[in-house]
């Protein structure tokens, strides 16, 4: 049996668990609808009504509000709408004036939505999730993601699975498992306290090219979509991408492209400060190409740094501590630990909170004033730099004579390494820190953050 639907109906608006990007501290909901008597009949004097309660049951954000009417028996209405949540809209048609509100003939609800940041998700399959094992990352409410059928949810893992996919571009070939972007959500929903949405839009191998409005792009007009989806606003983007690109032909111009791409999803998305979180290349357990494929690893790592130094907005954490699934694949755990540290680093450089959010981060080498010795110094460093494994091999040395591993270091005066050199140098020279696919040693640490150092390559020693 059919009931026939009566009272307000909704049309437009937001889904149930959506996330409304906020602006400043409220957002704008947008509804429309038609309305009808459960009789048929026409009133002399109906009215359409709309409102915004506190799901938990504390009361109205937004009183009821009369909408806009026509004569084809439609409605609409604008909602300026408190950030937080999670809310129930609710709507409701008087046929007239005399009818309390209490007493209304139904209407159409949309529940738990939140007035909140929005997070684009993009790169390859470390932003994807590959992460395979038991761990504990519950959902939460107020942390809600737009998944690939086209439909909020509750955010729980995995984020990139296709199930009705609406979006068949960037559907994995294989199931995909658990990411950092939960972690991520649920620390900054918890410093913040408003609701955060994430839009996954990674692929699991693509290269910058696919993601980069100058080149190919298809990826980037998808993630485009799907912002267009949930409602054409976002907060910022969280980037982990560059394998893909780790060879002698894209290697070299990786900074060049990618600044590109920042400038463009900028331009494109109105926001020329738009952020972009971006982790450093992880390891790759299996790489056996030697050293000229190593140095393909350094160049990327080093033009990830090198844009979070000079490009405004753009910040980087490093990776190359985490633990793996596989040979490339952050597992649960290290996907957590990257989690929070771009939580931290979201809410030191984006939300303005008094964090120490940066790894360490080499600023200068220079020849030491005793002869064979070189001197780094390092910038963010909020305890003092620790060598885990004193001793090992982290740093290496390029001249004129060529490559070689500096065997001798030491830390000095807590943000100063000392090289000892087993020779003079040569003319020009370089130094490269924890650089190859697979570093043979853990990076230095620094005690106040316990953030390793970020990768560096083909820094000038002056």
Known sequence: MTTRTFGATITEGPQHWAIVQRQRESGTIALAGEWSTRDGSRPDQPTVHARVVHEDGRGAVVPWIRCATGEDRTWSVRLEVPEGGLYRIETCLRLNDLQPMELAARGDMIHHIGIGDIWVIAGQSNATGYGRGAVSDSPETGVHLLRHNGRWDLATHPFNESTDTVQPLNGEPVNPGHSPYLAFAKELKKATGIPIGLLQTALGGSPLTRWNPNE???????????????????????????????????????????????????????????????????????????????????????????????????????????????????????????????????????????????????????????????????????????????????????????????????????????????????????????????????????????????????????
Request: glycine share 10%; aromatic share 8%; net charge negative.
């Open 216 to 462: 190919d792009g298809d990826l980037y007009r998808n993630m485009m979509e799907v912002v267009g989806a949930a409602g054409g606003e976002i907060k910022g983007v969280l980037w982990y991408q560059g394998c893909s690109d780790c060879d002698s032909e894209n290697a070299p111009s990786y900074y060049r492209r990618f600044a590109l791409m920042v400038e463009r999803w900028r331009q494109d998305t109105g926001d020329d400060k738009l952020p972009f979180l971006s982790v450093q290349l992880n390891r790759n357990a299996a790489y056996a190409e030697g050293i000229e494929g190593d140095r393909c690893w350094g160049l990327v790592r080093e033009a990830q740094r090198r844009a979070a130094e000079r490009i405004e907005g753009v910040e980087i954490v490093p990776s190359l501590d985490s633990p793996l699934s596989d040979i490339i694949h952050n597992g649960p755990a290290g996907n957590l630990m990257i989690g929070w540290r771009l939580a931290n680093t979201a809410l030191g450089a984006v939300y303005g909170k008094a964090i120490p959010h940066r790894a360490p981060n080499l600023a200068l080498a220079v020849r030491g004033e005793a002869e064979q010795t070189v001197l780094l110094q390092f910038d963010d460093i909020h305890g003092q730099l620790f060598a885990v494994g004193p001793g090992e091999r982290i740093f290496s040395i390029e001249d004129e004579k060529g490559f070689h591993v500096v065997d001798r270091w030491q830390v000095r005066e807590g943000s100063r390494v000392e090289l000892i050199l087993s020779r003079p140098l040569e003319g020009k020279a370089f130094v490269h820190g924890a650089f190859e696919a697979n570093p043979s040693a853990f990076p230095l640490l620094d005690t106040g953050t316990q953030l390793p150092m970020l990768s560096f390559y083909g820094v000038e020693i002056e």
